[in-house]
């Protein structure tokens, strides 16, 4: 249980503000929400707020179920998470993010947020390529070499067979 509540916790804040908050302030606000004509646009604009949000939660289940632990570098997982969506790409919730945030972009047609969507993505592939993969070959070894050589950063290839590495 308390698992879940750090999860939660820190999807509300951090997701939450960057995916969420942030490209709606960005906008206007809510009255740029709540004011927002919905048309073709708007209703195309629900899949990668939708597929991003999946995509999202999808991970974090992963990282609670498979992981024993949240996103938070603080309290990452414990063990690696070679699991569901990870099978396939190595930083599905970052792409995840990304979604949502190019989504508000399409939802408010904002040139703006859809810069911020790629200053973030940036940011999260320095972050990954400077201080998450090195922490994550010290910390599992071989095994994450092995998840490493075997499953792309960024694009979805072919399913990790070694699901328990």
């Known amino acids: 249980m308390w698992l879940f509540v750090k999860n939660l ?6 997701p939450g503000t960057v995916a969420v ?4 302030r960005m906008a206007g606000g809510r ?14 604009a629900l899949l990668p707020l939708l597929f991003g949000a999946a995509v999202y939660l999808r991970c974090v289940w992963d990282f609670g179920t498979t992981g024993g632990g949240t996103p938070a570098p603080i309290d990452a997982p414990r063990r690696l998470v070679a699991v569901g969506l990870f099978r396939y790409v190595r ?9 949502l945030v190019t989504g508000w972009a ?21 972050f990954v390529v400077f201080y ?11 095994s994450y070499e092995r998840y490493c050589r075997a499953v792309r950063r960024w694009i979805p290839g072919r399913a990790f067979e070694d699901a328990a590495p």
Not at 91 to 99: A, K, L
Not at 132 to 142: A, I, Q, S, T, V
């Open 91 to 99: 930083n599905p919730m970052y792409c995840g993010v990304v979604f």
């Open 106 to 126: 399409w939802f408010f047609g904002s040139w703006r947020i859809l810069l911020y969507a790629c200053v973030l993505a940036t940011a999260f592939h320095l």
């Open 132 to 142: 998450e993969e090195p922490h994550l070959r010290r910390r599992f070894g071989e």
């Open 9 to 14: 916790l820190f999807t509300v804040i951090v």
């Open 31 to 44: 009255p740029a929400l709540l004011a927002a004509a919905w048309g073709w646009s708007q209703a195309l």
């Open 21 to 24: 908050y942030v490209p709606i």
